[in-house]
């Protein structure tokens, strides 16, 4: 029988011909990731366990984005202790403020993943980088530990759904809606413990960054990873960034799904997940005045150029309503010096918005745009749970750079056509 | 190995940053965590909460962020065993990971209620409800995860 995509990459990191759904097995891996609050309880428990060595400098990355630039006298010690490990182990790529950016978005920017990588990180939003065709995956501290010192961890080999996409997206739709509505209709449980494969005519249509944000919502899903067939997209997207050579995976004819899916962009509609889960998923013909404080424009899910750029669209000679704070937070220096370049970020500081240095910051409640009791929040973000951006009182719809920059202009959800 | 305690019951979709609130991951002391465990869906939980508790909830338990911070603050509130439907993957890895029982049970999850006193016995995978006088069979773990749990966690397991 057939296997797919995820489950061949597992095969060749396990040195195995062939891997079954269920099979418990011992893979190798390319690339173990963590950033500030997941590290530190991987050193501890690194050191905990008596080990005294790494299994490879060059493939540990640690990134200092979620409490930095350090939030508070806590935050700073945390990154402290990730600063000496990877000092002390030679870490080759350790980012910290200055060069850090939103992790899911710098290390596809930087090159570090490729086609037919296996990548753990401590951190759920890992599975961004099956957008490359690699197999990559949330895990915990724990296991962070044990691959930055073993260089392997054991996997559960998932079964699949399928999603065949065909189409193009209608203006103003984005990669966004459709993901929210993937999980709208699965639910936030619908792909729990599987692979989201990716794949059909319409993927040509859907650029490196719309794959990024799709793949980074796997998890909302419930999903293992999300992972999207290797084309010529994803051969332009790596031209420049890695000299790497990378296999193509390439998911088996027939090779077996628990389910499939079509999904038509062209049938794409603005979409905004209520409060508190990402599966409360609305299309506008079922919004109604939703009056909010706060509009956030960044996160691993939408914080990149084309986003930027996407609200600027909207903002462009327009102003923010005086009732919303509206912050835009780029994903890395590259894509902030872009935007400088470019101009979008006089447009945002004209339409009355904060443009902050790179952060995960409020999207977790962190810091930089915690919301207070009772207040409401649009956010091109990935998780509305309660608390999820300040008070357990608050509120969190998710949406497109779009629609988020329209609510900004109307201070109340919006979609562009409604402020164009 | 067995487990007996008192019961805290929550519905469908308890995630991570209900379980413990990311405002508080400025530091990785689970002691300190545990004190914050669930406050934002159950106040009291921090103060109510007995050494030997049981947790039981319905479907996708754990959901959201990796952060292992989530588990080891269950752990170290003194909950002994989480009983669900099903848990989202993340934390089913990270609680075998760290040594704390998880068992997926729907009829558990479904009839035990709060207050209930259950007892777990790990080996058979039967959960026995001593205030109600039922006992519902779960899903036993495979044996390759079973030697992880009995190591208290997969850093132990290597070791051996």
Same mark, same amino acid.
């Given at each position: 029988?057939?296997? =797919?995509?995820?489950?061949?990459?597992?095969?060749?990191?396990?040195?195995?011909?062939?891997?079954?759904? #269920?099979q418990?097995i011992?893979?190798?891996?390319?690339l173990?990731?963590g950033n500030?609050?997941?590290?530190?309880v991987?050193?501890?428990?690194f050191?905990k366990?008596g080990?005294?060595?790494?299994?490879?400098?060059?493939?540990?990355?640690?990134?200092? !984005?979620?409490?930095?630039?350090?939030?508070?006298?806590?935050?700073?010690?945390?990154?402290?202790?990730c600063?000496? &490990?990877?000092?002390?182990y030679?870490?080759?790529?350790y980012? !910290?403020?200055?060069?850090v950016?939103?992790?899911?978005a710098l290390?596809?920017?930087k090159?570090?993943?490729?086609?037919?990588?296996a990548v753990? #990180?401590? !951190?759920?939003?890992?599975?961004t980088?099956?957008?490359?065709g690699?197999?990559?995956?949330g895990?915990g501290?724990?296991?962070?530990?044990?691959g930055? %010192? %073993?260089?392997?961890?054991?996997?559960?080999v998932?079964?699949a759904i399928? &999603?065949?996409?065909v189409?193009?997206?209608? /203006?103003?739709?984005?990669?966004k809606?459709?993901?929210?509505?993937?999980?709208?209709?699965?639910?936030?449980?619908?792909?729990?413990y599987?692979s989201?494969?990716?794949?059909?005519?319409g993927?040509?249509?859907?650029?490196?960054?719309?794959?990024?944000?799709?793949?980074?919502?796997?998890?909302?899903a419930g999903?293992?990873n999300?992972?999207f067939?290797?084309?010529e997209?994803?051969?332009?997207?790596?031209?420049?960034? =890695?000299?790497?050579?990378?296999?193509?995976?390439e %998911?088996d004819?027939?090779?077996?799904?628990?389910?499939?899916?079509?999904?038509?962009?062209?049938?794409?509609?603005?979409?905004?997940?209520?409060?508190?889960?990402?599966?409360?998923? /609305? =299309? &506008?013909d079922?919004?109604?005045?939703?009056?909010?404080?706060?509009?956030?424009?960044?996160?691993?899910?939408?914080?990149?150029?084309?986003?930027?750029r996407a609200?600027a669209e909207?903002?462009?000679d327009?102003?923010?309503?005086?009732?919303?704070?509206c912050?835009?937070?780029?994903?890395t220096q590259?894509?902030?010096m872009?935007?400088?370049?470019?101009?979008?970020?006089?447009?945002f500081?004209?339409?009355?918005?904060?443009?902050? =240095?790179?952060?995960?910051?409020?999207c977790? #409640?962190?810091?930089?745009?915690i919301l207070?009791?009772?207040?409401?929040?649009?956010?091109?973000?990935?998780?509305?749970?309660?608390?999820?951006?300040?008070?357990?009182?608050?509120?969190?719809?998710?949406?497109?750079?779009?629609?988020?920059?329209?609510?900004?202009?109307?201070g109340?959800?919006?979609?562009p056509?409604?402020?164009m | 190995?067995?487990?007996c305690?008192k019961?805290?019951?929550?519905?469908?979709?308890?995630?991570?940053?209900?379980?413990?609130p990311?405002?508080y991951?400025?530091?990785?002391n689970?002691?300190e965590?545990? *004190?914050?465990?669930m406050?934002?869906?159950?106040i009291?939980?921090?103060?109510n909460?007995?050494?030997g508790?049981?947790?039981?909830?319905?479907?996708?338990f754990?959901c959201?962020?990796?952060r292992?911070?989530?588990?080891?603050?269950?752990?170290?509130? $003194?909950?002994?065993?989480v009983?669900?439907?099903?848990f989202?993957?993340?934390?089913?890895? @990270?609680?075998?990971?760290?040594?704390?029982?998880?068992?997926?049970?729907?009829?558990?999850?479904?009839?035990?209620?709060?207050?209930?006193?259950?007892?777990?016995?790990?080996?058979?995978?039967?959960?026995?409800?001593?205030?109600? $006088?039922e006992?519902? *069979?779960g899903?036993s773990?495979?044996?390759f995860l079973?030697?992880?749990? @009995?190591? @208290?966690?997969?850093?132990?397991?290597?070791?051996?």
């Open positions: 029988m057939g296997m =797919t995509m995820t489950q061949k990459i597992l095969a060749a990191h396990a040195g195995l011909d062939e891997v079954k759904a #269920g418990l011992m893979a190798d891996l390319d173990v990731l500030d609050v997941t590290t530190p991987a050193i501890n428990e050191n366990a080990f005294t060595d790494i299994f490879n400098k060059d493939k540990i990355t640690m990134v200092m !984005d979620h409490f930095t630039p350090n939030k508070d006298i806590k935050a700073a010690q945390q990154c402290k202790q600063r000496e &490990f990877a000092s002390k030679d870490i080759t790529h980012y !910290d403020v200055g060069d950016g939103i992790e899911h290390l596809p920017e090159g570090l993943v490729v086609p037919g990588d753990i #990180g401590a !951190d759920s939003h890992t599975c980088y099956g957008a490359l690699a197999f990559s995956t895990v501290s724990t296991d962070m530990c044990a930055m %010192a %073993a260089g392997k961890t054991w996997f559960r998932p079964s399928k &999603f065949n996409i189409g193009k997206l209608p /203006r103003y739709s984005a990669a809606d459709v993901i929210l509505h993937i999980i709208g209709m699965i639910g936030v449980d619908g792909a729990l599987r989201m494969e990716f794949s059909g005519e993927l040509k249509n859907l650029t490196m960054e719309d794959r990024l944000c799709m793949a980074n919502m796997a998890i909302e999903a293992k999300g992972i067939a290797v084309d997209v994803t051969k332009e997207y790596l031209k420049g960034r =890695t000299d790497r050579e990378y296999k193509v995976f %998911a004819a027939d090779a077996e799904y628990d389910e499939e899916y079509t999904i038509d962009l062209s049938e794409i509609k603005p979409t905004v997940a209520f409060p508190h889960l990402p599966e409360n998923a /609305r =299309t &506008f079922d919004i109604p005045e939703v009056k909010i404080d706060q509009v956030v424009i960044g996160s691993c899910t939408n914080g990149r150029i084309e986003d930027l609200a909207i903002l462009k327009k102003k923010v309503a005086d009732h919303v704070r912050i835009v937070i780029p994903a590259n894509i902030y872009t935007a400088m370049k470019e101009g979008l970020l006089e447009i500081i004209n339409a009355g918005c904060a443009v902050s =240095t790179p952060t995960c910051g409020p977790l #409640g962190g810091h930089m745009g207070a009791a009772g207040e409401r929040a649009v956010a091109t973000t990935n998780r509305n749970f309660v608390g999820r951006m300040g008070h357990p009182e608050s509120e969190v719809y998710l949406a497109s750079p779009y629609v988020a920059a329209a609510s900004a202009v109307a109340k959800i919006a979609q056509s409604d402020v | 190995m067995k487990a305690g019961v805290h019951k929550y519905g469908d979709n308890v995630d991570t940053d209900v379980i413990i990311a405002r991951l400025n530091t990785a689970m002691e965590l545990a *004190q914050h465990c406050e934002d869906i159950d009291d939980f921090a103060k909460v007995q050494k508790d049981i947790m039981v909830a319905k479907a996708n754990g959201g962020s990796s292992e911070h989530a588990p080891a603050s269950i752990k170290a509130s $003194g909950i002994s065993c009983i669900a439907k099903s989202a993957r993340i934390f089913y890895r @990270n609680a075998i990971n760290i040594g704390l029982p998880i068992i997926e049970c729907d009829e558990a999850a479904e009839k035990i209620e709060k207050g209930d006193e259950v007892e777990i016995d790990f080996d058979t995978g039967v959960i026995t409800n001593k205030t109600k $006088g006992s519902y *069979q899903q773990f495979p044996e079973i030697k992880i749990i @009995n190591s @208290n966690g997969l850093l132990n397991s290597l070791k051996e």
